[in-house]
């Protein structure tokens, strides 16, 4: 049974970078995808933004982020490490949410459900 | 402003049936056969439940169903138990550049 956990800090200040890490254990990282979700504090849930990671050393990551944050966020991968990771710049107190690390099932070589889930990182914003 | 709509809430006694719908549009809902559902107990990490409409991942009991028609999907609960106490979250695949959009979530009480 694959294992997430997410690790980062707890608090960054206003138009700081957010930085989150998530070890990936109990499963590989290659062939899935790996997604950044978010949930502000008593709302729903929101998807960040993925990477596909095929495991071939010769090929790049495929990504895809969410409109919204995309010239803000970066989703990465450190396969010799089993990390994922995320980083999202000039952060502001509507970033502050529960951060999941979630793996995705390829299907037909594309992403359409979220099965296994980190615990989340709470990450604050603010001064 | 949440893509998808759901009740923000729906109860029920133990032993009883309860369906929690998800309405979306002919972008998403309508258009794809890509809806999943999320459980949400308090202070917990969400948790697949139906995959494409109507797919169980191993492991979730078969009292939970699911099924689409035109713009909206369902989640039936039969058998309604404590442990359904949470909130349930569903989420479709979209033609928009988004790709994901989530519903705001219904609570479901178990009276």
Do not use: M
């Amino acid at each position: 049974q694959v294992q997430l956990q997410e690790s980062g800090p707890g608090l960054v200040k206003p138009s700081g970078t957010l930085s989150l890490t998530c070890t990936v254990s109990g499963g590989s990282i290659s062939r899935y995808f790996w997604t950044w979700i978010r949930q502000p504090p008593g709302k729903g849930l929101e998807w960040t933004g993925h990477l596909y990671y095929s495991g071939y050393t010769d090929s790049s990551p495929s990504l895809h982020y969410s409109p919204s944050l995309k010239s803000r966020v970066t989703i990465s991968l450190d396969a010799s490490k089993n990390q994922v990771s995320l980083r999202l710049t000039s952060v502001t107190a509507a970033d502050t949410a529960v951060y999941y690390c979630v793996r995705g099932s390829p299907a037909g070589g594309d992403l359409y459900y979220f099965d296994s889930w980190g615990r989340g990182s709470l990450v604050t914003v603010s001064s | 402003q949440s893509a998808l709509t759901q009740a923000a809430s729906v109860s029920g006694f133990p032993g009883q049936s309860i369906t929690i719908s998800c309405t979306g549009s002919s972008s998403d809902v309508g258009r794809y056969n890509y809806v999943s559902w999320y459980r949400q107990h308090p202070g917990k990490a969400p948790e697949l439940i139906i995959s494409d409409v109507t797919n169980r991942p191993s492991g979730v009991p078969d009292r939970f169903s699911g099924s689409k028609s035109a713009n909206t999907a369902s989640l039936t609960i039969s058998g309604l138990q404590a442990e359904d106490e949470a909130v349930y979250y569903c989420c479709s695949y979209t033609s928009s550049s988004t790709l994901y959009v989530f519903g705001a979530g219904t609570s479901v009480t178990v009276l």
